[in-house]
């Protein structure tokens, strides 16, 4: 007696690529600028023994960052703003194969946020006992862009509390986040900061028009001095210092 068994698992993830096996993405983020070819193209690699087949499907964010935050499957022809071709394959043992993904539609006012799922499906399976074979699931972030991108972050300080509002009309990442104490000059080099101030392990990705609350450690609070991040726009980065 045959018996297969099928479970899939979606991961929303931040890397380069993917690290587990079934299937292999060269990237897991894509922006669509405004002056560029509206098109971009995800490697799919299948590092298995036998043939992996593999469907898209597109969702569109709703409220990006927020608790109102929704994903929409897009389904309907005619309403499609992101396009991903083909929209099923098969992915020979140890073969590659490109997705491409297509912006259909002119340049947004603000930035607009997809999510496009990469997902195996069993095929033909041969199994001489019982088995269970597990598909990993992988989601693309997508952005699309408007002609004239920038994001501007500003920040209030409340007791333990730092709230980062984002102003512009495209997502920023902030990370490499740095607590400087009163004395520590704004000026100074990374390499000076990095010995006199400390390291903040929290960050996070503040969408167009939206803010994140950074919760200060305990032995921050109610210091003075000044709260340095990266800001990365998914090209560049540059530094910022919020006061305390």
Do not use: H
Request: include cysteine; glycine fraction near 6%.
């Amino acid at each position: 007696m045959k018996i297969i068994t099928a479970a899939l698992s979606a991961f929303s993830l931040l890397f380069a690529s993917s690290a587990f096996s079934g299937v292999q993405l060269d990237r897991m983020i894509v922006y669509f600028d405004a002056d560029k070819l509206p098109r971009q193209d995800i490697l799919v690699t299948n590092p298995d023994k036998e043939n992996l087949y593999l469907e898209t499907e597109i969702f569109k964010v709703e409220n990006p960052g927020t608790e109102n935050e929704e994903r929409v499957r897009i389904t309907d022809p005619d309403k499609m703003q992101l396009l991903a071709t083909p929209g099923k394959s098969i992915v020979a043992p140890g073969g590659r194969k490109t997705v491409r993904l297509v912006s259909l539609n002119p340049a947004p006012k603000v930035e607009e946020v997809y999510r496009i799922t990469f997902r195996p499906v069993v095929g033909e399976l041969e199994a001489t006992q019982t088995a269970v074979k597990i598909l990993v699931a992988y989601q693309v972030l997508a952005f699309i862009r408007p002609e004239n991108p920038y994001f501007e972050v500003s920040a209030k300080s409340k007791g333990s509390e730092m709230t980062f509002s984002n102003s512009g009309n495209i997502n920023v990442v902030l990370r490499n986040g740095l607590f400087c104490p009163k004395g520590v000059s704004q000026k100074a080099s990374r390499e000076t900061k990095q010995e006199k101030c400390s390291e903040l392990e929290e960050g996070s990705r503040v969408y167009a028009g939206q803010s994140w609350t950074l919760q200060l450690p305990g032995e921050f609070q109610n210091k003075k001095g000044f709260v340095e991040y990266g800001l990365f726009d998914g090209q560049n980065e540059q530094t910022q210092q919020f006061p305390l």
